[in-house]
């Protein structure tokens, strides 16, 4: 009997004196975790958006830098010198200038002005500043093709030059400049046709205008010796004796 109490009042003892163990375990949320990852997945696709959206900005930019870049080719210095060089040449025009007043009062002076009663000597003057108007035409005429046809050489290389750098050309703006030169050079080229037409027309026109004066002159003269009284027969004496 003692035993059994003593063993109780043992087991009593332990149980107020020993405290009661508990086990500690990690509580996993799976669905939590699962959440958490597909956050991240959206955060990292957002960033990889934002980076190709920096990207194309940056190729936007840089396209824009090549369409704004200017032809390093300019050809307009030399198309300028061309013309003012044609220019000049048409400026030194001989004796009837390019004017409507310098070819209104020297054709009135020399081409319509012949009349039956000017002197031989009057004629004849007029005849000769008409022959030099004429020469004069036609070696102005003749300056002008020269310059035209010696324009070619620089006209090619620049021709080669311009579509050269129209085709490498990186961006709009230095296709659009080298087009425009090439405008500009043809628009050149079409002033360099008109001048030499011109030219070989005032050549034309002041060689027909002489050949019409000149014929104006041939009947002035024909009329001026008309007026004297026509010939008629005389005695005349030889070795001083009267002829019958």
């Not at 002197?119 to 070696?139: C, H, I, K």
């Not at 703006?173 to 037409?197: K, T, V």
């Not at 050949?211 to 002035?220: L, M, P």
């Amino acid at each position: 009997m003692r035993q059994v109490i003593f063993f109780c009042s043992a087991a009593a003892l332990l149980s107020i004196g020993v405290p009661e163990a508990r086990a500690q375990w990690a509580v996993y949320d799976g669905a939590n975790h699962v959440q958490n990852v597909l956050i991240a997945a959206r955060t990292l696709q957002q960033i990889d958006n934002q980076i190709t959206s920096l990207a194309n900005q940056a190729q936007m930019l840089v396209n824009q830098g090549r369409n704004l870049a200017s032809l390093p080719l300019s050809t307009l210095s030399s198309l300028q010198s061309t013309i003012s060089q044609t220019t000049a040449l048409l400026a030194q025009a001989q004796n009837i200038a390019y004017s409507v007043q310098s070819v209104e009062q020297q054709y009135q002076q020399s081409y319509t002005s012949v009349s039956s009663g000017m002197s031989d000597s009057a004629l004849f003057s007029q005849a000769q500043t008409r022959w030099q108007n004429s020469v004069g035409g036609f070696e102005d005429a003749l300056k002008l093709q020269a310059r035209v046809v010696g324009n070619i050489p620089s006209d090619s290389s620049a021709m080669t030059q311009l579509v050269s750098a129209s085709q490498d050309s990186t961006g709009a703006l230095q296709a659009a400049q080298a087009g425009n030169q090439l405008l500009a050079l043809q628009s050149r080229q079409l002033s360099d046709i008109q001048a030499e037409l011109a030219a070989n027309g005032r050549a034309t026109a002041l060689e027909r205008a002489r050949n019409a004066a000149t014929e104006a002159e041939s009947e002035a003269q024909y009329q001026h010796f008309s007026q004297y009284n026509a010939y008629s027969p005389t005695s005349v004496s030889m070795f001083g004796s009267s002829g019958n």
